[in-house]
Structure formats: C-alpha cells, structure tokens
C-alpha cells in the first residue's frame, strides 16, 4: 500500500460499514423485541372475563395457594442441585456417561503423566456388540466442564453407536491437570490411546474418532499425527477457525469471537492462571458460556423450571450435574490453547508446532473428515466450522489431489449444545452419520454435503434417506462469508497486539502477580467464584436451608396445582415473556456495540499498520493458472502412469455422473457391486485408492482428450488389459446397476474402440433419456 492516502480511505469506508452494522443492528434487535412482546400478548393477554367478586376471589386463592406450592418447590429443588453438586465434588467429578464403563488405559500412570484416560463403554443389557465392526472412539471437550456429554442418555453418541453394534471408547480426563502437564502431552497420550483401541480389534478398519466443540480439534490433530492409526474424523461444532464468523446486517452475531480482541489478547488468561496459582479455572470459561445467553442464564432456564416443577425436576438436575463440574487447566494449557487456537488461529494455517520444527499439517490426514455444524450455533458458527478448509487447501483440485473426502453437515438451528445433548439430533443426524460412514470412505475424492431427507418411517419413528452433492470449497466459502473474509483482517490486528501485550505482561506484570499468588488464596478464589459460590451456598451445608425438604414433602401430599390456561398464569406467563425479551434487547445491543468497537479498533490497526505485509503475502499467493498449482503439474505427469489402479479409477471418473446427488442407495448398490467382483478390482487401502482417484479427476478434467486417449498405454500387460476389458463387461451388464444414461453409453463406445471391442446390442436397451 504505496499510497499514503488509501489507509484513510480504507478507514472511512471501515466506518461506514461498522455505523451501517451497528444502526441495522440494532434496528433487528429492537425490531425482535417488539415482535416478541406482540406474540407473547397475542398468545397470553387474553381479556379477562366479567366475574363475580367471590369468583375472582376463588381465582386469586388458587393462584397464590399454587404459586406458593411451585415456589416451595423450586427452592427445594435448587437445594438439590446444591447438594448434587457438593457430593459430586466430594466423589471426585466423575464422569456423567450414563452407560458402564471400565479404564482401559489411565494416562496418569505415563511416563509422561496426564489427567485423561481411556475407557471402554460397557454395553447395556441387551445391546450386542460386535468386536470385529469398527470401535468408535469419542473425545469430549475440556472447556470447563468434565467429560461424558457424549454419552450424557441413552439417546446420545454413544447410545447410537452402540445400538449399530459398534464397540465404543471414550476419552475422559479428571478434574486436576497434572504437574508439567501440556497440550502436547495429551495429544501424545491420545495418540496412545488410539494406538491401543487400534490393537485391541486388529480385524476391524481403524477406529472412528468423534471430537466435540474443542474435542473435534484435538481429534484433527490427533488424526494428523497418527494417520495410519484413524478412522473417519467426525467433528462436531468444533471451532477450528477461530476468526470466522457473520458479520452482516441478516444473518446471527457471533460475539465470542470477539473476546479475545477486546481483553487486549492473551495476556488475560495468564493473569487469571498465575492467580490460581498456575491453574486455569474452569469456572471462568463455563460463566463466558451463559454470558452469551443472560436470558437463559438469569431467567428462562429458572422460569421453566418454575412453571413445569412437577415434571422438570430430573432433567434440571441430570444437566447441572454435569454443568456445575468444573474442571481446571494448567497454565501452560490455557496460554497454548489462548495463543495458537482462539487468539493465533494458527491450527489451520500449520503453525502449532509440535516438535522442534515439525508442526501439524493438516493435509497429512488421510481418512474421510465430516463436519457437523448448526446455523444455530452461536459459540461455533459455521465459518468457524468449515473456513479451516480453505485454510488448509487452496482449491477444490488440491482435496482431491490429496485424495480427501470432506463431508458437510448443516443443521438449520439447534444451538451448540444440542449438536451433542439433543434427542433429537442423536436420533437424526448422529445415527446416520454412523450408518453411512462406510459408504462415505467410498466417495470420490472431493467437498461433499449430506443432506438427510425425512421419509415415512415404522409409524412410531421417521425414515431418513441420505444423499451425497459434491461441492466447489470456493463457492461453499463465498456462501458463508459474505464479505469474502474481510472480516478477519481485523484479527491479524488482534494476533500482533495480543503478542506484544503478552510480552509485556511477562516482563513486567507476572512476576509481581506470581509473588503475591499462591494455593490459598487461589482455593479461595475458587471456592467463591459465582459459579461456585451459587451452588454450595444454596445446599445442605446452608443451614438455612433446612426447612426446605419437610415443606417439599408437605406440599408434593397436598399439591393443589392449575390448568395452564388459567387466566393469572397466563399472566405471569407474559410478565416471563416480557423479561426474556427484555434480557434478549440488552444482549443484542451489547453485542452489537461490543462487535461496532471491535472492528472500530482493530480494524483501523489493521489498515495502517498490517495491510501492506497483507498485500505482499497475498501477491506472494498468486498463481496466474490453475494448471501452474504444483498438485495439478505433479498429476498431469502422471497421465501414463499408474497402470491397472489408475486405469480402473479414470474409468470411474469417465463414467461418473456429473453435478448429480448420488443417494446413498446408489453408493450401496456400487459396494455390493464392489464385494461381489473383488477379484477384478485393485487390491488397495480406501486411503490409496482415494489419492488414485483424486489425480485422475484432475487428469480428465484438465486433459479430457490425453485422458482417454492414454488408457491403452496404462494397459500395456496383456493379462491386464483383458482383466480391464472383463470389468467393463460387468459393469455394463449387471442387472443390479442403475440404467446408463447416454453420455456414459457414448463414452463407453470410445473406450471400447481404443480397445477394438465391439459394442454389444444389449448396451443399447440400458439407455435412457
């Protein structure tokens, strides 16, 4: 940027955009309050009826002689989750799985030691497994909470998974780090861990691994580190490009991604782990989560346990069990996580580091990754879901050089933690991702979405059927982001300060904040942090709270409740409307102003300091031809090479059906074709057979003509070229296989005739038009 005059322009016109977003905004925001107060008027501001005065007064009695009840009620089931909460402490915060399990390997034993664990699933009565199908393996996230969301009912991960006869693992860690323990470290024992799974069923493909939230980028680097030893990757909601996100007038803020930027980077994190005592509380990171959502926090999860007492008391204190188990990280942990993940974004572009000089690539998995992520979801918006792609791969040409298949999954709403607790999406989505896994590692190389379409079912449940679209990474990435990533730019400015601001609270700010620091004053903390604090203080350890169990069990003998439709409760009904949708205003516009500052600040630092170091990289980036692209070169040299097994697969790309769905039952008819013609097909690993096929759909599609032209070549073995002209004869002569369509016809006639092979009549019948 030579000019000195663009920083101005480029900062004028940041203005404008931020002044547009924030006025639309908060236009939307105040727009949803009034339609929300409007509905909740509509649905429970019914006019009251004439009545007579002891009419009325009989109304209010049982009212009040109801509200009193509910009251009693709530409190007494607060109490509970005090309780609950104080004895799972006491019990070590274990796991909340719902399923059996037993410690197969426990890291804290390593040479090396860490807080995690491996354990197997115990099938419940009932449920058979199968030791020769493929174990999944399923990682949980370390963001404050403990372990076992993924097997929280019966209807979850690892309730699906075994129902479909899969042996089930589960990665699981424990409240306390240990000593010296580090990232890396974990990744090392998670490494240790599949390698045993691996070994335990040495007749089944390699292990499915299952990462939730920040357990989806554990499992990629896990993947990463030890391709030979995984499976499919399945993430679910797993932010793994941090800067990503909406940033338009019509579609969902995502204000998390903003923290970092507005604490001044990561200095933050240190400071409140050197207080601790070199230990991350979890608590912290949990009380961000509900900051999110103040109307959730503060009243609606409350209200609806207060108008549904009699039926929400299990379900309240199943999920606070398992939300009120706070876990702690190392320092060291949360700095590394903070600079390389949420700050750094540096996981897709290849610069955590490992070793000494070896970092994780990404491009090193070899084994079909699907994406799972929500609309919905205003922790892990999709950007941050799938922009690692292109992060990783320049184009779509480069996936399929690398012999990659990525899958896609979208869900239009469910929030965050539904993508892990929901019934529903468990029933849905998760079962079908794990019964189409195998038809997945047979999809051609490439960005694919899957789209489950609800059928007729049993009559007690829906049918789902599943497809296949191929996908362009660059059209999926324009989709998402509307204005191409401008948006991030702002975070190189966030990475830069945040360096420097760390540098400068290490120099000068920790040693003092070390000194002064130490186990009890950090246990104190803990102890009366308000995530805490709110729990125990309300429990049986208050003994202000003894009344409360014998005037529950009075009030469960003579409960007196009234209909929803009675005229008071719909009364305090819209008085709950009116206060959620107030708390819902307040978090729109913070967010909005938080969002406008954010871009304010680092936008502007981005323009006159970073812009011109942008350009040049950019520039640096360029190629002027696709062709020019280094994985392209390298497979049009190969057009004449790889005999049977490219042959086989340029056969596959010739006759595929472009820009179609491919439904599922179109793979499966492909795989029985597959099993029963075994002996005519190569002999290779999905992973080789994925990285053939992926070149040979650059060779056709960059050299259509040599493509074809160069088979016989391929074919020069005689006994080859009669086992290739055999499996043309099958595959043209099954009965089992959909119709041809006529360009593939006429492909085959070309095929034929390189080969001097006569076109047999019957071919014609198959036709269709």
């Not at 338009?248 to 970092?260: A, I, K, L, Q, V």
């Not at 897709?348 to 079909?368: H, M, Q, T, W, Y």
Request: net charge negative.
């Amino acid at each position: 940027m030579n000019n000195p005059v663009e920083p101005l322009i480029e900062s004028a016109e940041l203005a404008s955009k931020v002044t547009t977003l924030y006025r639309k905004r908060t236009e939307k925001a105040e727009s949803r309050f009034n339609t929300r107060l409007s509905e909740a008027l509509e649905k429970h501001g019914s006019v009251p009826q004439m009545k007579a005065p002891w009419e009325i007064w009989q109304e209010w009695f049982h009212y009040a002689t109801d509200v009193t009840q509910r009251s009693v009620l709530f409190w007494d089931i607060l109490r509970e989750r005090g309780n609950v909460f104080v004895e799972h402490r006491q019990a070590g915060k274990p796991p909340v799985l719902y399923f059996d399990y037993e410690v197969i390997m426990d890291g804290r034993t390593f040479k090396q030691p860490v807080n995690y664990a491996l354990v197997r699933i115990v099938p419940p009565e009932g449920v058979t497994v199968d030791d020769q199908r493929r174990p999944y393996v399923i990682i949980d996230p370390r963001a404050g909470h403990g372990p076992g969301i993924g097997g929280y009912k019966d209807d979850s991960q690892v309730g699906v998974a075994l129902e479909d006869g899969h042996p089930v693992y589960f990665v699981i860690f424990f409240p306390e780090p240990e000593p010296g323990q580090t990232l890396l470290d974990v990744c090392d024992a998670e490494r240790q861990f599949i390698r045993d799974v691996h070994r335990r069923h040495p007749e089944s493909a390699a292990p499915v691994v299952i990462g939730n939230c920040q357990g989806g980028w554990a499992a990629m680097m896990l993947a990463s580190s030890a391709p030979e030893d995984t499976g499919p990757i399945v993430i679910n909601g797993a932010p793994m490009s941090y800067w990503g996100g909406a940033w338009s007038e019509d579609e969902g803020e995502n204000p998390m991604r903003y923290t970092g930027g507005l604490m001044g980077g990561s200095w933050g994190a240190s400071f409140v782990s050197d207080l601790g005592a070199g230990k991350f509380d979890g608590a912290h990171l949990v009380q961000n989560f509900e900051n999110l959502n103040p109307a959730n926090t503060f009243w609606d999860k409350y209200y609806n346990l207060f108008s549904n007492v009699d039926t929400e008391r299990e379900r309240f204190l199943d999920f606070e069990r398992w939300w009120g188990g706070f876990y702690m990280l190392n320092e060291s942990e949360m700095d590394w996580i903070v600079q390389n993940l949420f700050v750094g974004n540096k996981l897709a572009a290849g610069g955590v580091e490992k070793l000494k000089g070896n970092f994780f690539d990404l491009r090193a998995i070899r084994s079909p990754i699907i994406v799972f992520a929500s609309m919905g979801d205003n922790i892990t918006p999709p950007q941050q879901a799938f922009n690692w792609i292109a992060d990783v791969y320049q184009s779509t040409e480069e996936i399929k050089s690398r012999g990659q298949v990525i899958v896609g999954l979208l869900h239009e709403d469910v929030g965050h933690l539904g993508i892990f607790v929901s019934g529903g999406v468990a029933r849905k989505e998760h079962k079908q991702i794990v019964s189409v896994l195998k038809s997945i590692e047979a999809l051609p190389p490439g960005l694919w979405g899957m789209e489950i379409h609800e059928v007729p079912g049993d009559g007690k449940t829906p049918g789902y059927e599943v497809s296949f679209v191929e996908h362009k990474l660059e059209d999926v990435i324009t989709r998402l982001n509307r204005f191409h990533r401008e948006d991030e730019k702002a975070f190189e400015a966030v990475a830069a300060i945040a360096e420097f601001n760390q540098r400068a609270y290490d120099l000068f700010a920790r040693p003092l904040v070390q000194a002064f620091a130490n186990e009890s004053t950090a246990e104190a903390m803990r102890t009366y942090h308000p995530m805490r604090f709110s729990r125990w203080a309300f429990s049986d350890l208050n003994p202000f709270t003894w009344w409360l169990k014998p005037a529950a069990n009075i009030v469960e003998d003579n409960r007196r409740d009234i209909p929803d439709s009675d005229s008071l409760r719909q009364a305090d009904k819209l008085m709950s409307e009116g206060i959620s949708a107030s708390l819902d205003l307040y978090r729109d516009l913070r967010d909005a102003a938080s969002e406008s500052l954010f871009f304010a600040v680092y936008g502007n630092i981005f323009n006159y300091y970073l812009a011109d170091q942008r350009e040049a990289e950019i520039q640096a980036e360029q190629v002027e031809e696709s062709r020019d692209l280094p994985w392209i070169k390298d497979a049009l040299k190969r057009i004449d090479q790889g005999a049977y097994p490219a042959a086989v697969a340029r056969l596959a790309v010739l006759f595929g059906r472009k820009g179609v769905p491919i439904p599922l039952s179109r793979i499966e008819l492909k795989d029985d074709f597959i099993e029963r013609n075994a002996e005519l097909l190569p002999d290779l690993p999905w992973n080789e057979w994925r990285l053939i096929r992926g070149r040979q759909d650059l060779i056709v599609k960059y050299e259509p003509e040599l493509a074809l032209q160069s088979m016989p070549t391929l074919l020069a073995d005689p006994e080859e070229r009669a086992r290739f002209l055999t499996l043309m004869e099958r595959l043209t002569s099954d009965p089992e296989l959909p119709e041809w369509l006529p360009e593939q016809l006429d492909m085959l006639k070309k095929i034929r005739k390189l080969f001097d092979v006569e076109t047999v009549e019957s071919l014609a019948m198959k036709a269709t038009v």
